[in-house]
């Protein structure tokens, strides 16, 4: 009965096994939480690791209050469903100097509103361990990176000092003053992470799907306007159109693109054939060369 | 550019419902230069469905070596922003691609001797390596070395790419020499599978298709050889090895011992032993939260129910009772030296093994290998980049195997107790049976610690994993004021 393991049931027993030795290695534990379908796949991983029990740790959204709605109903619909922990933390010295997506560069904005929480949550709780939904094929410098990943004190990376891995051994034995973050799903594909959604039937946010959206074009880029907050520029006139998106994020950072595919398996078909790469959609990457190494030694990751 | 054309994403892209048939894991060595990068660039270019934007860069590009006939296919797998601008690959990077079939994992590794320990660890993780050589110069010293590391680590099937055809006429000559000293390298080492491929990674030659300038090669060409292998062995073979990564509860019903199945395969009714205690029970229940399995195999995560509540947490190797690892504090092993800080025998240091952790109370170095000539020098000395032969002494016993008989219960990490670095991985060449009293030692008993550090923990699972701890930072503290120590507890 049983066939060879396809490659998706060896990334679920990898990331399960990730998930049960970071458990089972730190004190404190904790899983960042972005609400998006990376973050969905990691939660179900994590529910299957400790079933039946419930997973071990709380859930850490950092919220810059300019996510979509959509992702906050989301996000609270599925802490209800599961009986979850939910820790919501802002960057309210951040909100209150009016730091916002607009007015600021995308680095500026990502560092105050995300990076400095980030580290502040991360401090304030006592978290030793952050599991994250980052993975190897986003993005060159995440290539490689490692299943645990150490931060030295101050949550920084330092690409030169990474523990080797080696084998499927995961020494998750701290440093003074280190933290680490953990990465079960390093070996999945954005096709898989998809293939995945479909194939275990998840419930992901509804803006992955095609439907009628107020949108602009800014920059060249399709930004769907979800409240009045964004100020609009002479003639920027918000026009309904079918568009979804590929990542979520802030929304004002956040590219949709026209699409017709409303349902899992056309959202899915449709991704699977797609021809850019997903990060095209999320505009802080494109501030420089580089940007994405830097910012992780700064500890947005 | 005809090259370059001639691509039908059809073919190459798998259904989207599609799972793939297994993973392969594929790790590329040479020495800088050689065109690896080239190579699976071209690899990715010709056999992998790469988005738009990333061919586009591509196509864009022009490589300078071919006076700007080819575009530049290292490009694809251009790294840390470091690494780009001192042009070389310090560290392992991970590519994914997936052809109509199969998921490809690339690990790239850097050559140079002076990261030995990167490619080692590069190599821990793959099912095949390629290694590449410049069809000019042909094997060198390093590729030697590389196929040494290879080996230790336990990798079965090496390729060679003999690369840059185009410059040596494709001169069949020239390869033959060039495959013949490759044989009788591997014939040292113990490969299941070697064989050499004649290519051109610019211009795409014996890479995803058979090259029309050598017809004298009648061999598979790489990727073709590449998607025969079958995929990681997912076979059940080996005894049955089940490293207890955590326990889960259920009320009173349900007591799973949560972990990996790192060898062999468990069905309903097993009778199985844990090594270390050696308590037996039978398997009850295969529960995961999709549904109960009759069988597990290798690979899967699950949840084992026992009939019996033996005692058991993290650590323990739950095995078929038929045929049990050995239970030793003291084994020999070949180690490579992870860590820029060397050996030094008065740090305190642990032993990781697949869920296990236990302190050393002591390493003693026989020898370090010479990769070149394969020769055994003794030396009581080990430092970054140097593989050696180690006998290691535990403070208490573990459950292993020699890494020849069962891989994934045969190897281990070294850890440094200060600072958590893990300085070394090595295999198990000998696993010492029987008593290895030494009578010396200081014996640190569970009343000993129970009257004192230990005195406000109970019998729960979490307060015997926090006397466990103690336990072993209590052995590190004494071995490090030089007093040898043997855990009872
Ligand atoms: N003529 C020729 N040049 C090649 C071939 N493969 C790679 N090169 C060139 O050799 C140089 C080194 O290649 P690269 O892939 O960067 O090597 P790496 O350092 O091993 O990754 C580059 O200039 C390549 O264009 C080949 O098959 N033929």
């Not at chain 1, 419930?54 to 209050?65: A, Q």
């Not at chain 2, 090259?3 to 190459?12: K, Y």
């Not at chain 2, 198990?428 to 030692?441: F, P, Q, R, V």
Request: charged content about 25%; hydrophobic content about 40%; proline content about 5%.
């Amino acid at each position: 009965m049983t066939a060879q393991l396809s490659h998706l049931d060896m990334l679920e027993a990898e990331a399960i096994h990730i998930f049960r030795e970071a458990a089972a290695q730190f004190r404190r534990p904790v899983l960042m939480y972005s609400i998006g379908k990376d973050s969905t796949v990691l939660l179900h991983l994590a529910r299957k690791a400790f079933w039946p029990q419930k997973p071990p740790f709380p859930l850490l959204h950092i919220d810059t209050t300019w996510k979509f709605r959509d992702m906050i109903a989301f996000r609270d619909k599925t802490v209800r469903e599961f009986k979850l922990d939910l820790i919501v933390h802002t960057n309210e010295d951040g909100l209150k100097r009016g730091v916002n997506p607009y007015d600021y560069t995308p680095s500026v904005y990502t560092d105050v509103m995300k990076t400095q929480p980030l580290k502040q949550a991360l401090d304030k709780y006592g978290f030793d361990a952050a599991f994250g939904g980052a993975r190897r094929d986003e993005e060159s410098s995440r290539a490689k990176e490692r299943v645990f990943s150490f931060r030295s004190p101050g949550h920084r990376w330092d690409p030169r000092r990474q523990r080797p891995e080696m084998w499927n051994l995961l020494n998750g034995r701290l440093g003074p003053g280190e933290t680490v973050r953990v990465f079960p799903l390093s070996n999945w594909t954005e096709r898989d992470v998809w293939r995945y959604i479909l194939r275990e039937k998840l419930d992901v946010v509804p803006l992955y799907f095609a439907a009628q959206r107020p949108t602009i074009v800014r920059n060249g880029q399709l930004l769907v306007v979800d409240d009045d907050r964004l100020p609009l520029q002479p003639g920027e006139v918000p026009q309904m159109k079918s568009v979804r998106f590929r990542t979520l994020g802030c929304w004002p950072l956040t590219a949709a693109v026209l699409s017709t595919a409303d349902d899992i398996e056309s959202v899915v078909e449709e991704t699977l054939g797609a021809r850019t790469s997903e990060r095209q959609g999320r505009l802080i990457d494109h501030d420089q060369a580089g940007a994405m190494e830097r910012k992780k030694q700064e500890g947005y990751f | 550019m005809t090259a370059v054309t001639a691509i039908r994403r059809e073919d190459l892209a798998p259904a989207f419902n599609q799972e793939l048939n297994g993973i392969l894991h594929l790790l590329t060595c040479g020495s800088v230069d050689d065109g690896k990068s080239t190579l699976i660039g071209r690899l990715l270019w010709d056999a992998s469905d790469l988005y738009d934007d990333q061919r586009e860069t591509i196509r864009r590009s022009s490589n300078a070596a071919t006076g700007g006939a080819h575009p530049d296919f290292s490009l694809l797998l251009d790294g840390l922003v470091a690494e780009r601008e001192q042009g070389i690959t310090i560290d392992i990077a991970w590519r994914y691609f997936d052809t109509a079939t199969r998921r490809f994992v690339v690990i790239d590794s850097p050559g140079h001797e002076q990261y030995t320990r990167n490619m080692a660890s590069g190599a821990s993780h793959a099912d095949v390596a390629i290694m590449l050589v410049d069809a000019r110069s042909g094997i060198k010293r390093q590729t030697r070395r590389h196929a040494a590391i290879l080996d230790i680590v336990g990798v079965k099937r090496v390729i060679l790419a003999v690369n840059k055809m185009d410059l040596v006429d494709w001169s069949q000559e020239n390869f033959r020499q060039i495959e013949a000293d490759f044989r009788e390298l591997t014939l040292r080492f113990g490969f299941r599978e070697a064989i050499a491929i004649p290519v051109s990674a610019v211009g795409g030659d014996n890479v995803a298709h058979k090259s029309d300038h050598m017809p004298w090669y009648t061999g598979p060409h790489l990727l073709d050889y590449l998607e025969r292998i079958p995929a990681r062995d997912t076979a059940a073979r080996g005894p049955f090895r089940f490293p207890v990564q955590t326990v889960l509860r259920d009320g009173a019903d349900f007591r799973g011992l949560a972990g990996t199945v790192a060898s062999g395969c468990i069905t309903v009714g097993d009778r199985i032993t844990d090594a270390i205690s050696g308590q037996s029970a039978h398997v009850l229940r295969i529960a995961t939260m999709d549904r109960d399995l009759e069988i597990a195999k290798q690979g899967q995560s699950v949840a084992l129910q026992l009939d019996m509540d033996i005692d058991v947490a993290r650590g323990a190797v739950i095995s078929d009772a038929d045929n049990l690892p050995t239970v030793t504090s003291r084994f020999e092993g070949r180690i490579v030296w992870l860590w820029e800080t060397p050996f030094d025998p008065n740090s305190g240091y642990f032993l990781r093994t697949s869920t296990d952790l236990a302190p050393i109370s002591s390493i003693a170095i026989k020898s370090l290998l010479n990769l070149e000539t394969l020769a055994a020098q003794p030396s009581e000395k080990c430092s970054v980049n140097d593989i050696a032969i180690a006998s290691i002494t535990l403070g208490r016993p573990v459950a292993i195997d020699p890494f020849a008989s069962n891989q994934p219960t045969g190897i281990f990490l070294i850890i440094d107790a200060l600072t958590g670095a893990s300085v070394a991985g090595g295999v198990i060449t000998e696993a010492t049976t029987g008593k290895t009293d030494d009578a010396s030692a200081f014996r640190l008993t569970r009343e000993l610690l129970e009257r004192g550090l230990c005195r406000d923990l109970g019998n729960g699972e979490d307060d015997r994993r926090e006397f466990q701890r103690r336990a072993n930072e209590t052995a590190l503290l004494l071995h490090a004021a030089g007093i040898p120590v043997k855990i009872e507890i």
